[in-house]
């Protein structure tokens, strides 16, 4: 087997995403190891787990930041001294700046609560019930500087089922998302999928 990938996940709560990820990293012959968690918030469920799990930690608190720029410098740095080679975003709740999100360009992805383009943004699952969606779902997608706009890796759907409300639909989303995220890290650190140029190359 060739080198595993070294991979970063950022957070900013619960984490499940990002337990999804350290569960499949840790089957046999999967192409990348989680070798850090990140977050920006002291108080992100995630952390324990991971730490529970063997694999370092970081916070790197917003709030302690005057800009942008130097909280994404500050990430930055610890992701090269730590020799990140992926960086998955898990419910990371900060906009990255365009120069962050361009060095990364290829090698940094997202997982977003519906079926992009469809609701870009907050509040998924009520949107989506709003608008009488029939199918719903989630999607990994590279991340670009626009937000919720890189190209798509991978989509799941679900339905939409009578009487759903939030709750129920956002599980039924969720546990694909927890089947679709470990298999994009996996085809990324691979190289079965690739960016090039604004569109995903598969082999
Ligand atoms: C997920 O729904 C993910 O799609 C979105 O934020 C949520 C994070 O949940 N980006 P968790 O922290 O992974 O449980």
């Known amino acids: ?20 990820l350290i569960d499949a990293a840790r089957r046999y012959g999967f192409p990348a ?11 992100a469920g995630g952390l324990a787990f991971a730490a529970a ?18 909280f994404d410098a500050a990430i930055g740095k610890i992701l090269e001294s730590t020799r990140i080679e992926i960086i998955c975003l898990a ?6 700046t365009d120069p962050f999100v361009q060095k990364w360009n290829g090698r940094i992805i997202n997982i977003h609560p ?49 009487g759903d409300d939030e709750a129920t639909l956002g599980k039924r989303v969720l546990t694909e998302e927890h089947r679709i995220y470990p298999l994009a890290l996996k085809m990324l650190a691979e190289g079965k999928v690739r960016l090039e140029g604004d569109r995903v190359v598969k082999s």
């Open 1 to 20: 087997m060739s080198k595993r990938k070294r991979a970063a996940i950022l957070i900013s709560g619960r984490g499940s995403n990002m337990a999804a």
């Open 33 to 43: 190891e989680i070798s850090l968690v990140l977050s920006n918030r002291p108080d």
């Open 53 to 70: 799990n063997g694999i370092a930690t970081a916070i790197v608190d917003h709030k302690a930041f005057e800009s942008r720029d130097a």
């Open 91 to 96: 419910g990371f709740m900060r906009v990255l």
């Open 114 to 162: 519906s079926l992009l383009p469809e609701f870009k943004g907050l509040d998924t699952h009520a949107r989506a019930l709003a608008a009488g969606a029939k199918v719903h779902g989630c999607t990994v997608h590279f991340v670009v500087p626009e937000l919720d706009a890189g190209p798509v890796i991978l989509q799941a759907e679900v339905p939409v089922k009578e």
